[in-house]
């Protein structure tokens, strides 16, 4: 276990969102929102490895790209990865997310690995019965799933998880 400070997770996260075309780094709601839970956590645990079933029962994000994925309210990670991969199957109409999941999972399986994911431990009251929410890396998270259905392997992921969230900060935005 290697722990980091928030500075350390927030100058990770603006590097890597600064690669992004089209996202203003200062004024981009998402990016203020995540910064502002990173500075929620105690502290961060990175670089760490999550087993299959962890990495299932993540509970994705409530975001209007994953809504049409989430089916009989289930946030679980691998109830949202086996519903894109229906959609994707069935011709997935939502071009720019399909076709970066797309891409995505045909990086895994030529043997990629991905920047590390933000999961956050869980906050008390939150609904969808994983223990980490996925803080930032849907799109990857949602790929390494369907990966993982396909071909029963689990890929080479790395996370940074933020520990201990101060709840008055948290719900006090």
């Known amino acids: 276990m290697q722990d980091a400070s928030i500075q350390t997770v927030i100058d990770y996260y603006r590097a890597r969102e600064s690669t992004k075309p089209d996202v203003d780094l200062d004024k981009d709601g998402n990016v203020r929102e995540n910064i502002r839970v990173i500075n929620c956590c105690a502290y961060w645990d990175v670089n760490r490895v999550l087993s299959a079933d962890q990495f299932n029962r993540l509970v994705t994000v409530i975001c209007n790209e994953s809504m049409a994925l989430i089916k009989n309210g289930d946030r679980l990670l691998q109830g949202v990865a086996k519903e894109a991969d229906r959609q994707l199957r069935m011709g997935w109409k939502s071009g720019r997310h399909r076709e970066w999941i797309e891409k995505l999972i ?52 790395r996370f940074h998880i933020g520990r201990r969230v101060d709840e008055s900060r948290f719900f006090a935005h």
């Open 106 to 157: 045909h990086d895994l399986e030529q043997g990629a690995s991905f920047d590390p994911i933000l999961l956050r431990e869980k906050v008390a009251g939150e609904p969808g019965g994983g223990s980490y929410y996925l803080q930032d890396g849907n799109h990857r998270a949602i790929a390494a799933g369907i990966f993982l259905m396909r071909s029963g392997t689990m890929p080479d992921l």
